[in-house]
Every structure is written in structure tokens, then in C-alpha cells.
């Protein structure tokens, strides 16, 4: 059974940064395709970014250069870092694992295990 928990969020001031851990049990970080996503009030869920299973990272562009995903394979720990963030990066962000270990998608339909989100609330 694949369990994740997000930890990490809070409220920051427009600039300022977070790292978001998720924990993961029950599923193996290293060789493995794992991503973030969020969900802000009224809006669809959109991806954020992926590690793939070759470690390659990649980013939505609304984030790319301000984002950084990373893994500890020793504690199986997913990271995303969070830098100069802005009001509208304010979400509820998650974790998931793929439901099929072949696929690596953005469609969040395609991940079966989540995370419950920690929120991230940016203020101008």
C-alpha cells in the first residue's frame, strides 16, 4: 500500500521560499516516476513538476527556473523548492505516484496514490 505525506507549506510574503517534502512508503523513489501538483481555489488541477525514473526533472513553465524537484533515495523522500514565489502559486499542493510505473504522464488522472496536500498561501 503506497502512502505520501506532504509536509512543508505555509504562508509566505511574495519572493520568498518553501520546500515541501513528501514522504513516501510502500513505493521506491529511486528508478521510479513520482510528481507534484497543485490545486488552487476554483481551478483545475495542473501539474507542477516530475522526476522521472532516470531522475530527469521536468517543469510547467509557470514554475520553471523558480522550482526545483529532488529526491532523497536513502530516506524516500520527494522534495519540491519552492523560490521566488508569487500570490498566484498560492495552492494546495500534492504528491502522487503513477499508477502505472511504465508512464511518467502530467495528467493527474493517471496517478493513483496521493498525498492529503500541504497549502501554500502566497501574500503580496
Known amino acids: 500500500q503506497v502512502q505520501l505525506v506532504e509536509t512543508g507549506g505555509g504562508s509566505v510574503q511574495a519572493g520568498g521560499s518553501l520546500r515541501l517534502s513528501c514522504a513516501v512508503s510502500?513505493?521506491?523513489?529511486?528508478?521510479?516516476?513520482v510528481a507534484w501538483f497543485r490545486q488552487a481555489p476554483g481551478k483545475q488541477r495542473e501539474g507542477v513538476a516530475i522526476?522521472?525514473?532516470?531522475?530527469?526533472?521536468t517543469y510547467a513553465e509557470v514554475v520553471k527556473g523558480r522550482f526545483t524537484v529532488s529526491r532523497d533515495s536513502a530516506k524516500n523522500i520527494l522534495y519540491l523548492q519552492l523560490t521566488n514565489l508569487r500570490p498566484d502559486d498560492t495552492a494546495v499542493y500534492y504528491c502522487?505516484?503513477?499508477?502505472?510505473?511504465?508512464?511518467?504522464?502530467?495528467?493527474?488522472?493517471?496517478?493513483?496514490?496521493w498525498g492529503q496536500g500541504t497549502q501554500v498561501t502566497v501574500t503580496s
Open positions: 502522487a505516484v503513477p499508477s502505472h510505473q511504465l508512464t511518467c504522464p502530467w495528467n493527474d488522472y493517471m496517478y493513483g496514490d
Open positions: 522526476l522521472g525514473s532516470s531522475g530527469r526533472e
Open positions: 510502500g513505493y521506491t523513489l529511486a528508478g521510479n516516476c
